[in-house]
């Protein structure tokens, strides 16, 4: 039998959590993928990480990520955006393989580095834009490849929260542009950007260009000492709450994009619309076992249920109508990328070069919301 891959876990919040959680699944569920040492998890304070070693069964703890890249089969690179580029790409360099969190860096130049280094490895780089692996969405994925819809002509993604309408809400790494990168754009609009070009992108082409608009309403945020009341300072936010964009594929088809973290009742309303020549679709990560699918002579759209035995991933859990929930679309991706470790490491998507050209299309929207204009995807900033 092969021995278990094992991995090193940088990072132990909540994607820490997701993915300890999912690996923790994967052999009762998905005996198939292969098999995992829950090796080193690193972190920097030394008493919160071995506490989360021992609830996220890591049977060793490092400070340093440098010396663990290479002593681990895999690398899971769940840190603030800015520390995703040195570790991944020492991963890479010593040959092993890397899931990255998304977005993939926090700056492009970043992002362009890591593709590279990817493109140089002969292991697995991944950009873990989980919503892929929501069985609906990849049944969304079937219906449109099989030309159900037709013509792709319009794509609507929004993406919304409403952790950041109090303006007491604590100051995290996520406001900061050093660390994070952008904010609603970053950290939701990738996702969104992500699923427009997988479920479209073989249809209507990549986004070409775009418009954009950014917006903070909340300049500044407390930072609590520890009993979470009392304010010990306040910081800059130094990145959007909210964003909206336009978009023009390749075949010429329209889109819309926005995300928010101030949109007072969405808690995590992942929304996407598709519309072609042939019929439409509706997806909502709220709903997230349903489909809505207008096709033919319909008059209306009809709710389909994803979770028939032969529907994707479903039938690795639960009878039909038992439905799943956000954390399992962590199981599928890690069963997936672990697949692709063990055997076909060339073909596994989303990869960084996935979130390489979200990245493209992020900076972009950055650029037309400075510039006020439409800008195209990959045009040189210098031009700007
Ligand atoms: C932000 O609140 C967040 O946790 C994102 O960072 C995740 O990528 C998204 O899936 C859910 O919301």
Redesign the pocket.
Known sequence: MAEPLSVGMLGYG?MGRAHANALARLPMFFPETPAVERHTLVGRDEAALSDAADRFGFEHTATDWRAVVDDVDVLYNLAPNHLHAEPSIAALEAGTAVLC??PLAATLADAEAMVAAAADADVPAACAF??RFVPAIQYAKRLIDRGDLGEIRQFRGRYL?D?LVDPDAPWTW?MDADSAGSGALG??GA?TVDLARFLLGDHAGEIDRVTGQLATFTEERPVYVDDGETVDDYRPVTVDDAYTANAEFENGAVGTFEAS?VAAGHK?DHTIEIHGTGGSLRFSLERLNELEVLTGDSRGYETVLITDETDPYAGNWWPPGHVLGWEHTFVHENSEFLSAVAGDSETFAPSFADGYAVQRVLDAIERAADRGTWVAVGSDAADD
């Open positions: 909540f969190e998304k989980n919503y929260q952790w996520r950290d939701l996702h973290r995590n």
